[in-house]
């Protein structure tokens, strides 16, 4: 009889859960996987077949968007610290021991799969943050005691990354992490204080940057400068775009991209081989479709009932966003190359099972509301 009821709890626990799943963030999500296969099929010529592993990747990455949907918030919460000093070791590991590719040490190889740390640290300090302002007050945020266990939370991952080195990184999640601290309640006067400093401080900073990460600067500010090497990428991929014109050369009809012109096509600059077959209608739709799940965060985040589920989605929400912005920004001249790729469309492997790990967590959120920490 104990066997038949807890049998018949776990059941009707499930049956719960699978009526609170949003399906339509979720038809969201599998809208975003459509464009990114369609799009990859588009460019996947010769023996490389990028669409069939970004495929298996995908189905890896849904089966966990799932699992990770249906775990209590409770136990995501107890695993915050722990995932984030997993990847500080994983982060340590690579600096010592890890792959090196194209001048920078940043993979594990685990033999059938290559994972980038740096890819999973952009949730980790999400993870952390909104762990750590769970049970602070609101009036003690401003204080320095308060303050310095986040910098450090925040400080360390960036030198870490930064020392592989992959600058565009490490900023990324500096950035992220700001946002996290605004959302948390930190006063404007100390973000204002620290962006004049860093203001400052920029000409000395670039003094240590590395060769090709003051050329990427120098290619930014004038690309046409080397237009058969550095500035390249960034040329070919603004003739892409705009030869796309309003509405596209039309599916599998990309010039710059079917004639090898467009380097790095299946991966950082994947959004320029969508942008020249559909156009500035097609790229303005899919930016809407990236925009209304950033907003389904947003509003998860808001009816959340505790500060570790509303920090953690607006931490995801914003990741999702500064990845759109930096992508678009570096594809169109409006930001240097810094190797940021397009979530969920590029063909990568960490990149994507991070990025729907972190849409779990948002859905386990959404799930577990009534749930107080």
């Not at 762990?131 to 991952?157: G, R, V």
């Not at 509405?247 to 079917?258: A, V």
Request: a positive charge; charged letters at 10%.
């Amino acid at each position: 009889m104990q066997y038949k009821k807890i049998k018949n709890n776990f059941f009707e626990n499930c049956i719960e859960k699978f009526y609170l799943f949003d399906w339509k963030f979720f038809i969201l999500i599998f809208l975003l996987i459509g464009v990114g296969l369609l799009t990859l099929y588009s460019v996947d010529t010769g023996n490389k077949n990028y669409l069939f592993k970004h495929f298996i990747r995908i189905n890896i990455a849904l089966l966990l968007f799932f699992v990770v949907s249906f775990i209590h918030i409770k136990f995501w919460y107890k695993l915050a610290y722990p995932f984030y000093f997993l990847v500080i070791l994983l982060l340590l590991y690579v600096n010592f021991f890890g792959s090196t590719a194209m001048g920078a040490q940043r993979w594990i190889n685990l033999y059938f799969f290559n994972i980038q740390p740096s890819e999973l640290m952009k949730i980790g300090v999400i993870f952390a943050l909104a762990k750590y302002y769970q049970y602070i007050k609101l009036e003690e945020i401003d204080n320095f005691s308060k303050l310095f266990t986040p910098l450090i939370l925040i400080l360390i991952p960036f030198f870490l990354v930064a020392k592989q080195p992959d600058l565009g990184t490490a900023v990324f999640i500096l950035i992220v992490s700001i946002g996290m601290l605004w959302l948390a309640g930190l006063n404007l006067k100390i973000f204002i204080t620290g962006f004049v400093s860093l203001v400052i401080l920029a000409p000395f900073m670039i003094a240590f940057l590395k060769p090709y990460q003051k050329q990427r600067i120098l290619t930014f500010l004038d690309p046409e400068k080397d237009p058969l090497g550095s500035g390249y990428h960034i040329i070919q991929s603004k003739i892409a775009i705009g030869s796309g014109g309003l509405f596209g050369k039309g599916y599998l009809q990309g010039t710059q991209s079917n004639l090898e012109f467009l380097p790095e096509k299946h991966t950082d600059f994947i959004f320029t081989v969508f942008a020249e077959q559909f156009g500035f209608i097609g790229c303005l739709l899919l930016i809407i479709l990236f925009m209304a799940i950033i907003l389904m965060i947003l509003n998860i985040s808001l009816k959340a009932n505790n500060n570790f589920a509303r920090l953690l989605c607006f931490g995801i929400a914003f990741n999702i966003f500064v990845y759109l912005a930096v992508n678009l920004g570096m594809v169109v001249g409006l930001l240097p190359v810094v190797g940021v790729p397009l979530p969920i469309i590029s063909y990568g492997g960490t990149a994507m099972l991070t990025t729907m790990f972190a849409l779990g967590l948002v859905m386990s959120a959404k799930i577990h509301n009534d749930y107080q920490l």
